[in-house]
């Protein structure tokens, strides 16, 4: 069967893969078993060869690539739950992270990424954002790649020389502006945030693979030192997810999703974000699911997350929650509205009563209709529960099957090198003039030329001679050549504003 036990209350508690794609949300406190539920769940979609991707924050969820061990406690819960089945078992694990040091390096361009999702990741405010949206239209309109920090500065540079004409063009762009945007990018550069610009970019097809047995992949994104930057951490999950949607094509329903997206730390997502970009990411949410996508948002508390997008999240797990405060109390509350009432036990009492492993759960069953909740102790996860050492994961990294198209970084000509000798010409001193040797007593006199000293020059420069191509023919083969790297590609811009290809 398609489907994912969860665990037992008053009956069996299943996942169904037809309606995995419905969206969830794992909640609860600090130590109440969020990471484990997010490994069960991990786990049982990788069985059912489904590809998954997850963050790890914290480092214990690198544990999926390790069996696990039948403890007294594991013991003790198989023997309550009946698993006449388990055993310790290692999943297919590859390790990413934008840092490159336990994993593979992530990276986009800035092209890729775009205005409005580079704006919340250097923090600028809204007049600065219309800015940089400028300068993005100005580099797509021209064929200018933007791959890395480099590649914007040169723009921004561009701009700053430019500001008269770009403005008369495109809109108003001030120095002001564009000073406080290149002091944003040299804020991420300085927190390491440049390593994730660049090439080879990620291929979306590399997340959602199989393994020869036929189970899905879990890519695993080191982030514990990402967290510590938390506007870097959701802007790229965001992104992440900005990619699925617009390049994915829609396949409707199908039996079993093409990839589950665990979102951590999801209030970070829409901590301090403008209502335009929470209405997208909202828009996002709602129309991946066409694409085959399923999102699992995991949060300590259920209001981390906006209603209009909590209302969407069909498949819920929700922990324990400490009731301490008088936000604790009114996010209890709103949990226990939040799920369809069973008539066995109050929901909002059970909520504060959980034990560690034991959660209120509901899912999407045939033809939809949720599950009443039921009070559930969870299933084991059959990998191990907790961190890997570094030998075991440079074993697993040497291992991996896309360690060569990721670990060399590549650095193609962009908008930094085309702007650069574009400015060449301009910048090159005129040579003196060579004096004309003296005429001959007597000779006739030389033909004066039709243009001036001046006009010969910078005729020569932009047309040049026989000798040396012109500013112009070098303009034009740099264009051609820019034209030629993205030929069959036209330049379009999603609902996040990153690019997708048509």
């Not at 037992?8 to 419905?22: C, F, I, P, S, T």
């Not at 013991?75 to 388990?86: F, Q, Y």
């Not at 999407?364 to 994961?393: K, S, Y």
């Not at 001036?452 to 005729?459: A, E, L, M």
Request: with cysteine.
């Amino acid at each position: 069967m398609n489907d994912i036990l969860l665990g037992k209350g008053e009956r069996e508690v299943h996942l169904l893969g037809r309606y995995a794609n419905r969206h969830g949300l794992v909640a609860g406190a600090t130590g109440t078993g969020k990471s484990v539920s997010l490994m069960v769940m991990a786990e049982g979609f990788s069985r059912l060869g489904v590809p998954v991707f997850l963050a790890d924050v914290k480092g214990d969820l690198a544990g999926l690539c390790q069996p696990g061990s039948a403890s007294d406690r594991i013991k003790a819960r198989i023997d309550r739950l009946g698993l006449a089945d388990w055993a310790p078992a290692a999943n297919p694990v590859v390790f990413w992270d934008l840092y490159g040091a336990k994993g593979h390096p992530v990276r986009a361009s800035v092209s890729e990424l775009g205005p409005t999702l580079l704006a919340r990741m250097l923090e600028i405010n809204d007049t600065q954002e219309g800015v940089l949206q400028v300068g993005f239209r100005v580099a797509d309109d021209n064929g200018l790649l933007l791959l890395d920090l480099d590649d914007l500065r040169a723009l921004l540079a561009f701009l700053s020389e430019n500001a008269k004409q770009v403005s008369a063009q495109y809109g108003l762009v001030s120095p002001q502006s564009i000073a406080a945007i290149q002091r944003a990018i040299l804020r991420l550069d300085s927190g390491g945030g440049a390593k994730f610009f660049g090439e080879p970019a990620l291929d979306l097809a590399d997340f959602m693979r199989q393994e020869m047995s036929g189970r899905g992949i879990i890519n695993v994104l080191s982030a514990e030192q990402l967290i510590l930057k938390p506007r870097l951490y959701a802007t790229f999950l965001l992104w992440m997810l900005s990619e699925l949607f617009e390049n994915l094509p829609e396949v409707g329903d199908l039996p079993l999703p093409k990839l589950v997206f665990f979102f951590d730390e999801a209030h970070l997502l829409f901590t301090d974000a403008p209502p335009a970009l929470t209405q997208r990411v909202e828009q996002v949410v709602r129309l991946i699911r066409s694409k085959g996508v399923g999102v699992y948002f995991i949060s300590q508390l259920p209001d981390d997350v906006p209603d209009a997008i909590l209302g969407q999240l069909g498949n819920r797990v929700q922990h324990a929650l400490r009731a301490f405060t008088p936000r604790d109390q009114k996010a209890v509350r709103t949990a226990a509205e939040t799920f369809p009432p069973n008539p066995s036990f109050k929901v909002v009492d059970a909520i504060t009563q959980l034990g560690v492993g034991e959660a209120l759960v509901t899912t999407l069953q045939d033809g939809g209709v949720p599950l009443p909740v039921e009070r559930t102790f969870m299933v084991p996860p059959r990998c191990r529960i907790g961190a890997i050492t570094d030998d075991e994961r440079a074993t697993l990294r040497a291992r991996s099957p896309v360690g060569g198209k990721y670990d060399t970084a590549l650095n193609r000509e962009s908008a930094y090198e085309m702007l650069n000798r574009r400015a060449e010409p301009a910048a090159a001193p005129t040579p003196a003039p060579t004096p004309a040797p003296a005429p001959a007593p007597n000779a006739p006199s030389a033909q004066v030329p039709a243009e001036g000293g001046v006009s010969s020059t910078v005729k020569d420069w932009l047309f040049g001679t026989r000798r040396r191509q012109g500013a112009i023919e070098a303009m034009a083969k740099s264009t051609m050549r820019t034209v030629g790297n993205q030929l069959g590609r036209q330049i379009l811009r999603g609902v996040l504003g990153g690019l997708t290809r048509r």
